[in-house]
């Protein structure tokens, strides 16, 4: 198993693509995990190419990623119009060695794909091929039809990986509701990072009723009959409210968690069910702008938490953009774990690394970069009246 580095950090100027990068990693988890099961024929795909150049802009967009399970290296990509999958490809790399397990390009002339499956595929290749559509993954469609040895892959995405963005990070709420009894105390050892004065929280939830459940499945493509419906709805609540218990010297005080907890607490609180999750399970976490409403410190705390291996056994990885430069620090942040985006003369975003600037070990990296000696930073000009 090589040494992998379990965090990252991006900087660089407004609008010159630190989101974009998280972005265009949502959109590949999200199309792997749903382009079979939630596509149907002719819906168009979300992809945004690059409309700064003329060329660019007709021609596909391209992602690829590289991973590992089991100590396995695997390197899997695609390519996509509006309208359909160009190309798809994975490969594995056991024991170093290249072993390509399938790949499909889409020929113009005869207007179909062409494959290609390597010895170490041995699933149903004609079926899933004829299962595949033109605007759905192999691995998405393969893993549907319960592939054996593509659900790892699969599994990977869906588990694994997760982006999170400001707008989404409410999302993830319920994350921290449905572990908070069973890790109460780790995740009010983080909430308290943001508040001290916090001594618990109280969750108020309602029963779900049968015709909420109903219009829910049918959301989600699942035939289920009334008394299943029943029988699942007697598991189930929805929260309905809540409460933060604060400390003071009058005694407890309860504050409505929506209306008068700071967006801190309100963030650290969304946002520690599924760092702790993480933790325990492995996996990567991809975070835009990680310190907005959160105290440097607090910022520093959460991302020695992924470099503590008592903390962190499973070696999940953190990546995340930020404009905090107090983590510019050779004692939180090597020059191989900084990244920098700058937009070139076409506008089109660069990503590079601290390490290609090779600083000296004693150099004043935020100082360096504020300055501009490392690029991606912004250029503001002369203000005019």
């Known amino acids: 198993m090589p040494?992998?580095?379990?965090?990252?950090?991006?900087?660089?100027?407004?609008?010159?693509?630190?989101?974009?990068?998280?972005?265009?990693?949502?959109?590949?988890?999200?199309?792997?995990?749903?382009?079979?099961?939630k596509f149907s024929e002719g819906d168009t795909i979300a992809v945004k190419p690059f409309l700064f150049n003329a060329e660019s802009a007709k021609n596909p967009t391209?992602?690829?990623?590289?991973?590992?399970?089991?100590?396995?290296?695997?390197?899997y990509g695609f390519s996509a119009t509006s309208a359909m999958i160009t190309k798809e490809w994975l490969i594995s790399y056991p024991q170093g060695r290249y072993n390509i397990w399938f790949a499909r390009i889409f020929d113009q002339e005869s207007?179909?794909?062409?494959?290609?499956?390597?010895?170490?595929?041995?699933?149903q290749k004609q079926v899933i091929k004829t299962a595949t559509r033109k605007n759905a993954l192999f691995?998405?469609?393969?893993?549907?039809?319960?592939?054996?040895?593509?659900?790892?892959?699969?599994?990977?995405?869906?588990?694994?990986?997760?982006?999170?963005?400001?707008?989404?990070?409410?999302?993830?709420?319920?994350?921290?509701?449905?572990?908070?009894?069973?890790?109460?105390?780790?995740?009010?050892?983080?909430?308290?990072?943001?508040?001290?004065?916090?001594?618990g929280i109280e969750i108020d939830k309602l029963p779900v009723h049968p015709s909420m459940l109903t219009n829910m499945l049918r959301d989600e493509d699942l035939l289920v009959n009334e008394d299943e419906i029943n029988e699942i709805a007697k598991t189930m609540k929805i929260v309905s409210?809540?409460?933060?218990?604060?400390?003071?010297s009058k005694g407890q005080i309860t504050l409505d968690f929506d209306d008068d907890d700071s967006n801190g607490t309100q963030k650290m609180f969304a946002l520690s069910g599924l760092w702790l999750e993480v933790l325990d399970k492995g996996g990567v976490l991809c975070l835009d702008e990680l310190d907005a409403s959160l105290h440097p410190l607090l910022v520093h705390h959460l991302i020695e938490m992924f470099h503590d291996p008592k903390i962190n056994p499973k070696n999940a990885q953190l990546i995340f953009n930020t404009h905090d430069t107090t983590l510019l620090n050779p004692y939180i942040y090597r020059r191989d774990q900084?990244?920098?985006?700058?937009?070139?003369?076409?506008?089109?975003?660069?990503?590079?690394?601290?390490?290609?600037?090779?600083?000296?070990?004693?150099?004043?990296?935020?100082?360096?970069?504020?300055?501009?000696?490392?690029?991606?930073?912004?250029?503001?000009?002369?203000?005019?009246?």
């Open 241 to 248: 409210g809540i409460r933060t218990v604060h400390d003071s």
């Open 139 to 199: 691995l998405s469609t393969a893993s549907q039809l319960n592939d054996v040895q593509m659900k790892p892959i699969y599994n990977w995405f869906l588990n694994q990986l997760d982006i999170v963005s400001l707008p989404s990070l409410r999302l993830y709420l319920n994350k921290t509701i449905d572990r908070y009894e069973a890790d109460h105390r780790r995740i009010m050892s983080l909430i308290k990072k943001s508040d001290a004065t916090i001594s």
């Open 62 to 75: 391209e992602l690829e990623i590289t991973f590992i399970i089991d100590e396995t290296r695997y390197q």
């Open 111 to 123: 207007s179909d794909y062409k494959w290609k499956f390597g010895r170490k595929f041995t699933g």
């Open 3 to 37: 040494d992998l580095l379990r965090s990252a950090v991006v900087y660089g100027a407004n609008a010159s693509g630190k989101s974009n990068i998280l972005r265009a990693l949502h959109f590949m988890d999200f199309f792997v995990v749903k382009s079979f099961s």
């Open 338 to 385: 900084v990244w920098f985006t700058e937009k070139d003369s076409f506008s089109a975003t660069k990503l590079y690394s601290l390490a290609e600037f090779k600083p000296e070990k004693k150099e004043d990296l935020e100082r360096g970069y504020l300055a501009g000696r490392y690029g991606a930073i912004p250029y503001f000009g002369d203000f005019e009246f």
